[in-house]
């Protein structure tokens, strides 16, 4: 069974630009979330779905961030326009069960 | 509001040796909790977790954690430390009803002497 999958695994752009990032979970899973890792800080909560609703988005930084889930399935995570503080490792996660599955991660780097 | 300390940003100890890494969390029922890990260059994978029950849990890759409520302590060990568990640990917990909703610690670098 494929894990939780995230695209790309390294993105640079520059301040100002757009990036969308991907996150493909465990099929099945209603459960999406979404985490960030700023550098040298705790990974944080940004928000969850359930099925293509967002259940709670609390954590979200801004409103340069818009995060989709196409009928449930996969999300997306769009930052729109870039900041430098935007910088870091973004993490998608799939709960099934009281379990939460992540994928790999996405570095992202604003310069 | 929940919230995990991890008090070690880094360790450093022998290949052979024995670990422990420290977390405390504060919570106000009793918590869900858990020890992930990320290797270089991998995501985050789930060592072990405690939802309830007996108090010493144990995880994959020998890791072993202990629930001490009177502490607010659920720390992580292992009796024998291999070069392969060099890695970024990170305690977690979850709340009552959306245990994969997470609140995570710091994290803790692990660096494993030849």
């Known amino acids: 069974e494929a894990g939780v999958t995230q695209f790309p695994s390294h993105s640079v752009i520059e301040k100002g630009q757009t990036v969308t990032l991907r996150c493909d979970p465990i099929?099945?899973?209603?459960?999406l979330y979404w985490y960030r890792r700023v550098m040298g800080k705790e990974i944080k909560f940004l928000l969850h779905f359930v099925k293509e609703s967002k259940q709670d988005e609390s954590g979200m930084p801004n409103n340069r961030f818009l995060a989709e889930r196409t009928g449930g399935t996969y999300s997306t995570l769009k930052v729109q326009p870039a900041e430098l503080e935007d910088s870091g490792v973004y993490f998608c996660?799939?709960?099934?069960?009281?379990?939460?599955?992540f994928g790999q991660g996405t570095r992202l780097t604003v310069v | 509001a929940q919230s995990v300390t991890q008090p070690d940003i880094h360790i450093t100890v022998s290949e052979g040796a024995s670990l422990e890494l420290r977390c405390n969390y504060s919570?106000?029922?009793?918590?869900?909790l858990f020890w992930y890990v990320q290797s270089p260059g991998q995501g985050l994978q789930l060592l072990l977790k405690?939802?309830?029950?007996?108090?010493l849990v144990q995880g994959i890759k020998g890791f072993e954690a202990e629930f001490k409520r009177s502490q607010s302590s659920f720390n992580l060990r292992k009796p024998s430390v291999h070069w392969s568990d060099a890695a970024e640990y990170f305690c977690?917990?979850?709340?009552?009803?959306?245990?994969?909703?997470?609140?995570f610690g710091s994290g803790t670098q692990l660096t494993v002497l030849p």
């Open positions: 099929s099945g899973h209603d459960n």
């Open positions: 977690a917990v979850g709340r009552t009803g959306s245990a994969r909703q997470l609140t």
């Open positions: 919570y106000g029922a009793t918590p869900y």
């Open positions: 996660a799939s709960g099934g069960g009281r379990e939460a599955f």
């Open positions: 405690y939802f309830s029950g007996d108090t």
